[in-house]
């Protein structure tokens, strides 16, 4: 065993589901009330964005007041369209393969980042002399990223340098959380900068991270042989598969079709990792969201209390049954 440091430090895994991230903090609170500190965090998506401002030194508090404002200013278009109601979605949809820009998503990132004194990753730098993570990886913040241009996971700032060329120290943050927040077919596509040897091939294309993993819980496990120093807990938007009634989800139609493959595709992995270790099921506090749609970006103050408040009830059932040992 490690050196003995406070039972209520934690890593935390956050899962992606868009606007259902709303319920991300209301488990948050529940955890940073019953004395729980976060060491490192990982998300993906939504649970990127909350993750971004929780490792920036925001309070669960202040982010659930973050999370309060209109969502509706995200579903950004072209100036051209401001005045043609549905044809700036369409031509984004059929052109730029995706239906919002994204621009104020990633100013609105940018800002609260920023306003907290975070904008590129060497902000977030974790000197944890004991970590069994090797220097280059010791960061408070890990981002999961689908880079479309070469169909593969990027686990940012880590694979900035390997697999991108650039230097992680020198990327804003906020670009890595637009880039995971990237919803297929929703917002368009965000691009990353190669370097070095890579450069030749230009910029990277990248979607939401959850295309590839949507809830990585195991990131931050050791494997050097040594005991784990504090737990990692993981949040998922989802109740937990082995004790929630089946959910069937008709296909009637082919835009009804086209959801129902992307969502299989983004949690079909994840959920068979839950769903065959015992070990993470115990660590993760499952959020039952169902009813609620990760692009409902038209979500009332009612509904955003109504997640929030299955958030905190989860992780407070969760938190009665949990022992560290």
């Not at 990760?294 to 949990?322: C, I, M, N, R």
Request: charge should be negative; glycine fraction near 10%.
């Amino acid at each position: 065993m490690e050196d003995t440091v406070s039972a209520l430090e934690a890593d935390l895994v956050l899962e992606g589901g868009g606007v259902k991230g709303a319920a991300l903090v209301g488990s948050l609170n529940a955890l940073e009330n019953h004395g729980y500190a976060f060491k490192r965090i990982a998300g993906t998506s939504a649970g990127a964005i909350v993750g971004s401002m929780l490792a920036a030194g925001m309070t669960p508090a202040k982010i659930k007041l973050a999370m309060e404002e209109d969502f509706r200013q995200f579903q950004d278009v072209a100036r051209v369209f401001k005045h043609a109601e549905g044809a700036g979605e369409a031509f984004g949809l059929l052109f730029k393969e995706g239906m919002f820009l994204g621009n104020r998503l990633h100013e609105w990132i940018t800002k609260k980042l920023s306003d907290n004194g975070v904008k590129t990753w060497a902000d977030l730098r974790d000197e944890d002399a004991e970590s069994a993570l090797p220097p280059e990886r010791r960061y408070k913040l890990v981002v999961i990223v689908s880079d479309v241009s070469q169909g593969r996971m990027l686990r940012l700032p880590w694979d900035y340098k390997e697999l991108l060329g650039v230097d992680p120290d020198e990327q804003p943050v906020a670009d890595a959380v637009r880039a995971s927040a990237s919803i297929p077919f929703f917002f368009r596509p965000f691009k990353l900068p190669v370097g070095g040897v890579f450069a030749k091939n230009g910029d990277i294309l990248c979607v939401d991270g959850g295309m590839l993993s949507n809830f990585p819980v195991d990131i931050f496990d050791r494997d050097d042989g040594k005991d784990p120093r504090w737990p990692t807990f993981g949040i998922k938007l989802s109740a937990n598969a082995a004790l929630a009634d089946e959910q069937w989800a008709p296909t009637a139609n082919n835009l009804e079709f086209s959801k129902s493959l992307l969502s299989t595709m983004m949690g079909a992995h994840d959920r068979a990792h839950v769903d065959d270790h015992p070990g993470v099921q115990k660590r993760t506090i499952f959020v039952d969201t169902t009813g609620f749609k990760a692009t409902d970006f038209e979500l009332t103050g009612p509904q955003k209390v109504e997640l929030y408040t299955s958030g905190w009830t989860s992780a407070q059932k969760f938190l009665k049954g949990w022992t560290w040992p």
